[in-house]
């Protein structure tokens, strides 16, 4: 399949259609995926600096605990994400921006699923205020600030590289 055919398939679906000719559903997604990006990222970037060191009066179980917020605004992103393909899907189908993003994605949903499966996930649960994270946990957490990182940036650039708006 090229890009073309799954570009003009997703043109072809009611979502596309109300993206592109409701006037304020793009303005009300690029909202709502500001929202979850805050969310998103506001969680993660208090956890992966907390495992790094800083804020050592804080629980790092608490803060873990808190991570649905993290997940409903993860969950507001791609749902967002999905309405912003569907109305210009040959935009970001053809861009390099849109590449590397969803390749960041991937690569931060891989980190968070290591973080988990290693067990360092229930290692930092268990961890008292001024303790010292695990070298592992260390490593996740600035591997998560970098990808998310790119996450946010390339889809900052999405804009301006390939086809513009």
């Known amino acids: 399949m090229t890009i073309e055919t799954i570009s003009a398939w997703i043109k072809a679906t009611q979502l596309s259609a109300l993206v592109t000719e409701t006037a304020w559903v793009w303005p009300v997604l690029q909202t709502v995926h500001f929202f979850g990006l805050v969310m998103l990222i506001g969680m993660a970037l208090l956890l992966d600096l907390r495992i790094l060191g800083f804020g050592k009066g804080l629980r790092p179980g608490g803060i873990h605990s808190m991570m649905r917020i993290g997940i ?94």
Do not use: Q
Request: with cysteine; glycine share 12%.
């Open 72 to 165: 409903i605004g993860f969950v507001l992103n791609i749902l967002t994400g999905i309405g912003f393909l569907a109305g210009d899907p040959e935009h970001f189908l053809g861009n390099p921006a849109f590449a590397a993003k969803m390749a960041f994605l991937a690569a931060a949903g891989t980190n968070v699923l290591l973080f988990y499966a290693t067990g360092l996930g229930r290692k930092v649960d268990a961890m008292e205020p001024e303790d010292d994270a695990p070298a592992g946990a260390k490593f996740i957490a600035v591997t998560s600030l970098v990808t998310w990182a790119g996450v946010m940036y390339c889809g900052r650039m999405l804009p301006y590289l390939g086809d513009s708006f």
